[in-house]
């Protein structure tokens, strides 16, 4: 079984800089590294719907940024340590949210930056979220 577990979240000023970490356990599943899996990265703000922050795929490290956060946030993964990162830079208050890390395997990517991750609804793992509070 394939666990995720999002950490990093804290409280920051505004234009201070957290990291996020998600660490993958249960690899190989059922034959597949975690490497055979995109990385999404999405959050929640009290009251509204869960959107995608930013994506990378299982290879080729094609990204995807939802335009709010291009320029200030940056995803990485390093798939030997079997883990994700995503660097916020910049915060701003409207970043306050939870943020939670989820996987979705390669054959089932989008064909567009936007799609590689897409939907939650994409996703086929979640980790439980890490908090992030920006606030002066």
């Known amino acids: 079984e394939v666990q995720l577990q999002a950490s990093g979240g804290g409280l920051v000023q505004p234009g201070g800089s957290l990291r996020l970490s998600c660490a993958a356990g249960?690899?190989?599943?059922?034959?597949?590294?975690?490497?055979?899996?995109?990385v999404g990265w999405f959050r929640q703000a009290p009251g509204k719907e869960r959107e995608q922050v930013s994506c990378?795929?299982?290879?080729?490290?094609?990204?995807y940024y939802t335009d709010s956060v291009k320029g200030r946030f940056t995803i990485s993964r390093d798939n030997a340590k079997n883990t994700a990162y995503l660097q916020m830079n910049s915060l701003e208050v409207e970043d306050t949210a939870v943020y939670y890390c989820?996987?979705?395997?390669?054959?089932?990517?989008?064909?567009?930056?936007?799609?590689?991750?897409?939907?939650?609804?994409?996703?086929?793992?979640w980790g439980k979220g890490t908090l992030v509070t920006v606030s002066s």
């Open positions: 989820a996987v979705r395997p390669r054959w089932s990517e989008g064909a567009t930056t936007a799609t590689i991750c897409g939907a939650h609804s994409n996703m086929d793992y």
């Open positions: 990378i795929a299982s290879v080729g490290g094609i990204t």
């Open positions: 249960g690899f190989p599943f059922e034959g597949f590294a975690f490497g055979d899996y995109a």
